[in-house]
């Protein structure tokens, strides 16, 4: 059982920057993949980027590659998601979610994929 715990939400104005965290408990294999999502409301969820722990390759979104840098933290079991110039639409509950024994790969944004889910962490972004 692995478990995904997301911090470092909050209620930021628009413009500023955000990171946010998600800590893993022990992975069994080398080779995983840990996702970011966020859902805001009244809309799907949707994958923002993908990070391989084996050696730290990350995918993201053609959307937010300029804003949106993800970067995995091995000596901490960390992933964390850095947000900057925040807009009011980057409202959302944010997720971290893994699936074991792969890495990224295509398709990587489907959320079905994913086995384990963290319980989310608010962002509100005010204008």
């Known amino acids: 059982e692995v478990q995904l715990v997301e911090s470092g939400g909050g209620l930021v104005q628009a413009g500023g920057s955000l990171r946010l965290s998600c800590a893993y408990s022990r992975l069994v294999f080398d080779e995983n993949a840990i996702a970011w999502f966020r859902q805001a409301p009244g809309k799907e969820r949707e994958g923002l980027s993908c990070?391989?722990?084996?050696?730290?390759?990350?995918h993201s979104i053609e959307s937010e590659k300029g804003r949106f840098t993800t970067n995995h933290d091995n000596a901490k079991n960390t992933v964390r998601l850095e947000i900057d110039s925040l807009e009011p639409d980057d409202t959302a509950v944010y997720y971290c979610?893994?699936?074991?024994?792969?890495?990224?790969?295509?398709?990587?944004?489907?959320?079905?994929?994913?086995?384990?889910w963290g319980q989310g962490t608010q962002v509100t972004v005010s204008a």
């Open positions: 979610a893994a699936v074991m024994g792969m890495g990224c790969i295509t398709g990587w944004s489907t959320q079905g994929w994913y086995d384990y």
């Open positions: 990070v391989t722990t084996s050696d730290g390759s990350t």
